[in-house]
């Protein structure tokens, strides 16, 4: 079951370290972490964070975060994002940037278009009435922020 949490776990991960400053220690590098892994459902026990020796020299800090026992979910655990829907990304990135993805009524074409020599699958998603609005599927996937900002401009909201 751990396995099927290994998305979640790195962008918790990856949440928690954007609020890290250069100076911080190990104990509240560890202490964000286990507040983001009870916000994602993950039980924080049974997880080390160390800082590897020298990892300041390269000018970046490095930590080694060990899984020591299999972790199991809080019983309210929400369901793990699927990271393969480009609906579900996109969501999710709004919602991180404070903007609620359900009044948007966010859709998803998904079409294979043939050409003389071959196809290609279009993914697209559209924002509910908003004629013009697309965005691609597959690019959200890659970078759902860019979406987010090009979704809150022509919203008129700031961030």
């Known amino acids: 079951m751990w396995a099927n949490r290994t998305p979640a776990l790195a962008e918790v991960m990856r949440a928690a370290t954007q609020g890290i400053t250069s100076g911080s ?28 020796e020298d990892s300041r020299i390269s000018g ?47 859709t998803m074409s998904d079409e294979l278009i043939h050409y003389p020599g071959g196809a290609y699958r279009s993914r697209q998603i559209s924002l509910g009435d908003r004629g013009g609005d697309v965005y691609d599927g597959d690019a959200v996937l890659r970078t759902p922020d860019v979406a987010v900002i090009e979704i809150m401009n022509r919203l008129g909201i700031r961030a």
């Open 60 to 106: 970046a800090r490095q930590f080694l975060v060990t899984v020591k026992t299999a972790v199991e979910p809080a019983g309210n655990a929400p369901e793990p994002l699927d990271l393969t829907d480009p609906v579900a990304v996109l969501k999710n990135a709004l919602k991180g940037a404070g903007v609620d993805p359900e009044p948007l009524n966010l």
């Open 25 to 52: 220690s190990e104990e509240e590098f560890a202490n964000v972490l286990a507040d983001g892994l009870k916000q994602a459902g993950v039980n924080p026990a049974g997880i080390e964070i160390r800082e590897v």
